[in-house]
């Protein structure tokens, strides 16, 4: 079955980075593309980037753009998620997400907290 795992999570101060990972495992990780979230308490989930599995292309939410990076590696079934430049605002759970057969599947989230 499908799954996923997120890690990389933490506390970390305005202005500095994490690496978030997500291991998949129970699909072909390379045929599909894969996406972060997040969810900050009392506000709706939402995306954060993508990433195609044909060529690699990403997109990004606005609000993440120049300070994110998403990139995946086929062979680890593996995709992360870059932060830098963090803000107080991108405190939430991240949770990795794929469609496989018109369903989606999400891992357990990591907690990413930024404050000094």
């Known amino acids: 079955q499908v799954q996923l795992v997120e890690s990389g999570g933490g506390l970390v101060q305005p202005g500095g980075s994490l690496r978030l990972s997500c291991a998949a495992s129970?699909?072909?990780?390379?045929?599909?593309?894969m996406s972060w979230y997040r969810q900050a308490p009392g506000k709706e989930r939402e995306l954060v980037a993508g990433?195609?599995?044909?060529?690699?292309?990403?997109n990004y939410a606005d609000s993440v753009k120049g300070r994110f990076t998403i990139s995946r590696d086929n062979a680890k079934s593996t995709v992360y998620l870059q932060m830098n430049s963090l803000k107080p605002e991108d405190t939430a759970v991240y949770f990795c997400?794929?469609?496989?057969?018109?369903?989606?599947?999400w891992g357990q989230g990591t907690q990413v907290t930024v404050s000094s």
């Open positions: 129970g699909f072909t990780f390379s045929m599909y593309p």
């Open positions: 990433i195609n599995s044909i060529d690699g292309s990403t």
């Open positions: 997400k794929v469609r496989k057969s018109w369903s989606d599947y």
